[in-house]
C-alpha cells in the first residue's frame, strides 16, 4: 500500500502542556482516516504540523514518503480554518480569487462547484450561503488544485443534521473518485459513519490504531428476548461465549466474546432448551469501544 502520511514519535509543547506526545501513525493512500479524540487531545495540532502552520518540538512526518517541502504541499488539499472568503463576492468568484492564488485553470471550478453541489448557487453572493453551503465551498475550494489528499479538522462542527448529512455524503463521494482524506473528529458517529480507518487519540498520544470495520466487528451485541427471564439470566451467566448482559425491561443486551457471534449464543440457549422469542444481531456501536479506549489509557 502506498503512504500518504507518516507521523513517527513526533511531539508537540506549548509550554508545559504537552498537546502531541510521542504520536506515531501511518495513514495509507484511498482511505478515510479519522483522527478520532475528546476536545484538547491533540487533533488540529497534528493537522497543523503536518501541514505546516504549527511548528513542531520533535519527531518526523512524511507525506507520499517524501520529506515535506512545497512539492508535496502541492499534493494537499486542507481546511484548517474556514477560508477567508469575500462576503459580497459570489461562490464562483470566489473560487477565481483561490484559483489565482493556487494558480489553478478557472476550468477546475466548474467541476468542483459540481462536486460540492453548488453549481446550481454559483452567481449568489458568498454572505447568503448557509453555515453548511459555506462549509462545501471551502471542500471545493481545497479542491481546486486536484489535490491527492483532503485534509479537514471537524468539517461538520456547527451544522445542521442536513449539513452534516450533506458534507459527510460529499466526503463519502470524493473519497470514491479515489482521493485519501484525513480528517479530525470529536464526535464518534461521523468517524463510524466515514471513515475507513482511525487513530484515537488522548491527552496527546496515539492510543488506538485501526480499521472501522474491525473495531466494529470487535464484539458483537446481540439482542435477545425469551419467556423465561429468570431462565435466560441464568443461563447467560453460565454461557462461555458471553461477555456480560444488561437485562432491560423487555430486551436483554448481550455482548459476546471476541468472535463469538449471536449463532453461538443461540446454539448455546437450543442445547439448553431455551428456545428465544427474539434475536438481533447489533454492530457494536464506536461508542463503547471508544469509551473503553479511553479509559483503558488514561
Ligand atoms: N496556540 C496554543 N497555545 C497554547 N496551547 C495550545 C495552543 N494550541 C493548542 N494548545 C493546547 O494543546 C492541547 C491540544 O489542543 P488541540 O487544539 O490540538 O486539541 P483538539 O484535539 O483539536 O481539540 P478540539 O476537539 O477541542 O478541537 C490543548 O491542551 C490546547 O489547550
Ligand atoms: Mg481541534
New binding site residues.
Partial sequence: MEKILEINNLH?N??K?K??QDLSLTVEAGTVFGLL??????????L?IVLDV?RKTKGTYSWFGEDPGSESRKKIGAILEGPAFYPYLSAEENLKVTARIKCVPYDRIEKVLKTVNLHDRKDDKFQSYSLGMKQRLSIAAALLSDPYVLVL??PTNGLDPQGIADVRELIVKISGEGKTIIL?S?LLDEVQKVCTHFAV?NK?KNVYTGSVDEALSNKEIVEVSAPDRERLSDLLKECPYVSDFTMHNKKTMVRMEQHKTAHDLNAFLVSHNLVLSHLVTEKKNLEEQFLEILSQSS
Avoid at 37 to 46: D, F, R, V
Wanted: aromatic share 4%; proline share 4%; no cysteine.
Fill in positions: 508537540k506549548y509550554g502542556i498537546a502531541v479524540g475528546p476536545n484538547g487531545s491533540g487533533k488540529t495540532t497534528t497543523g504549527v479538522d471537524e479530525a470529536h487519540l496527546g
